[in-house]
């Protein structure tokens, strides 16, 4: 049977089981929509194409499936661009879907023409403008395969109007055959062998986990490893969840605003264990000066990043839980072969690991109900096993040091581009993923205004999201760094004033309430966690608050600070 292109876009949609898209209609993408009326793809109409992108985003890290944005061309299209980008930063599996001018009128300056696809290719992992109805429903299944398979991203399908309108036979494509592209997810034997045998002479051994092992659903593989060995394990904060916060090994997460167990661990391993983490400059500090004393064992699926930052010892390509479940049973088949050191490494472990366990410990934690640290621990207490989104900026440190997440896929945050906005719309797309889940967006009052027109597409679609805002007046990490290295000149960084977040909500028919007295702030979020529809919390706090520990730029990461009292280091 004949269809137009429009009907096998959306079939599709349906025979690779999308089930929901986000998006925002206009002129080249109208066929599209009109197809869209005869599906049962729930179709979430935002306010803006970017909180489309980021809802998309969300969705796919909640669920581990592909999200799906759409549309129009030109501006349209445009306003993807930072949600693609934050996607490719992070590998999250994304497609978008965006309507063209016909292909009579591409390359004549025509009303909203774009070159998407060739604005698109720094931050994309692959992208298409389909010019034959025909080939419409082999690329998008290969869409799909190119942005599931492999280190995971997005990638973009651009569809003229004319195509969309063009009628063909519906085929259905059997398999993907895409020469050059065969994402390698099983290990060399010879570096799993290789591997294992660093890691089983290490003493003191520590494991670095990234969003590679939460993309992959290895946690429970990446935990085995290290109860086998006694190992601490540290996460990025896109590996936030992959080791339990309760976990007596997991000593949090490292680098610039990491805890100073994770950072001493990092400077003092003699093994280190990479797995599906990317030597971010955040993480390392000065990479001349990282893990001096180690042996790296860099586990990852792209074999790009082997050596891209730092040097690595023992590469081992491919998916994160084939690979550690490679080297478990490498592990395994060695136990009896070092008989000899069977009494020493696990001594030298014990005592390596009580140490940074001390550490842990000995970390100051501040009581005062007013701090965000006290905050967050108090939330933790309340929402449980909530999925966290946040914005980008103090509050989002706070959240990774002090929340604490014993699951994966439970926080959703821009973690390489340090997208301000993504919270918000990122939270719709978790709340339409996992409807019966507590969804949670921590924000800052900069972040917020980023992407506040969502705030419509929460009412429309009675999204129970609870909002809490940590209101200082200012962009506070801006206003921190230009506090301790540009000599207290705030530049820009001080918001204050409007708006009313709280009238904001009401305007958008949201129940939003305001908090500064310290009393009253835990019953203020107990109240807003008890409402069965979306709330606002207004919740303000001193604008001079620093994120600590921190690592100054351009320092290693055993020149961290735990506290305020060093103001200047240019």
């Not at 929901?20 to 197809?35: E, H, R």
């Not at 705030?455 to 940590?470: E, G, H, R, Y």
Request: some cysteine.
């Amino acid at each position: 049977m004949r269809h137009n292109g429009a009907m096998i876009l959306i079939k599709s949609l349906e025979t690779l089981g999308v089930d929901v898209m986000f998006g925002y209609p206009g002129g080249q993408i109208l066929p599209f929509y009109d197809a869209l009326v005869d599906s049962n793809i729930t179709h979430v109409l935002v306010r803006h194409e970017q909180g489309a992108a980021h809802a998309a985003d969300g969705y796919a890290r909640v669920s581990g499936k592909t999200g799906v944005c759409v549309a129009t061309s030109g501006p349209g299209a445009t306003n993807l661009v930072t949600g693609l980008a934050t996607a490719y930063m992070d590998s999250i599996p994304v497609v978008a879907i965006t309507g063209q001018v016909g292909v009579a009128l591409l390359g004549r300056d025509s009303f909203q023409e774009a070159d998407i696809s060739g604005i698109t290719i720094p931050v994309t992992k692959h992208n298409y403008i389909v010019k034959d109805v025909k080939d419409l429903a082999k690329t998008m299944r290969e869409a799909f395969h190119i942005a599931s398979t492999g280190r995971r991203g997005p990638v973009l399908v651009d569809v003229p109007k004319s195509v969309q309108m063009a009628e063909a036979e519906f085929a259905w494509p059997g398999s993907v055959d895409l020469p050059g592209y065969h994402p390698r997810t099983e290990p060399d034997e010879s570096q799993v062998a290789a591997a294992a045998e660093v890691i089983a002479a290490s003493r003191s051994p520590l494991i670095y986990a990234g969003g590679g092992v939460v993309s992959s659903d290895a946690s429970a593989e990446l935990m085995a490893l290290a109860e086998k060995l006694r190992a601490p394990v540290t996460t990025t904060l896109m590996g936030l969840g992959a080791a339990p916060h309760e976990s007596p090994l997991f000593l949090g997460m490292p680098g610039m605003h990491g805890t100073r167990a994770a950072n001493t661990a990092m400077m003092e391993c003699d093994v280190m264990v990479a797995v599906g983490a990317r030597f971010d400059d955040r993480v390392t500090g000065r990479t001349d000066r990282f893990a001096p004393n180690a042996t790296i064992v860099h586990i990852d699926i792209d074999r790009a990043e082997m050596g891209k930052n730092v040097r690595v010892d023992c590469p081992v390509q491919g998916d994160a839980g084939c690979c550690l479940r490679s080297i478990l049973r490498k592990l395994d088949e060695m136990k009896g072969s070092r008989s000899g050191e069977a009494d020493e490494i696990p001594r030298a472990r014990a005592e390596w690991h009580g140490r940074l366990s001390s550490l842990r410990t000995n970390a100051l934690q501040a009581n005062d109900p007013a701090r965000p640290s006290t905050i967050l621990r108090e939330l933790r207490e309340m929402a449980g096993d909530a999925i966290i989104a946040t914005d980008v900026g103090q509050h989002q440190m706070w959240v990774a040091l002090h929340y604490g997440f014993d699951r994966p896929r439970r926080l959703l945050t821009s973690g390489g581009l340090g997208t301000m906005g993504y919270g918000l719309p990122a939270a719709i797309g978790a709340q339409v993923a996992r409807p019966d889940s507590r969804v949670v967006l921590v924000s800052g009052d900069g972040s917020f205004m980023m992407n506040s027109q969502e705030l419509a597409t929460v009412s429309q679609n009675d999204l129970p999201i609870k909002m809490l805002i940590f209101n200082n007046g200012c962009l506070g990490m801006v206003r921190q760094w230009q506090e301790m290295f540009f000599r207290k000149r705030y530049s820009h960084s001080l918001l204050g004033g409007p708006p009313d977040f709280v009238k904001l909500a009401e305007a958008y028919g949201i129940h939003g309430m305001s908090v500064s007295d310290p009393a009253k702030i835990r019953p203020t979020l107990r109240e807003a966690l008890d409402r069965p529809g979306p709330a606002l919390v207004d919740l303000r706090i001193d604008t001079g608050e620093n994120v600590y520990p921190m690592v100054p730029p351009a320092a290693a990461l055993d020149e961290m600070i735990d506290g305020p009292g060093r103001e200047n280091w240019t």
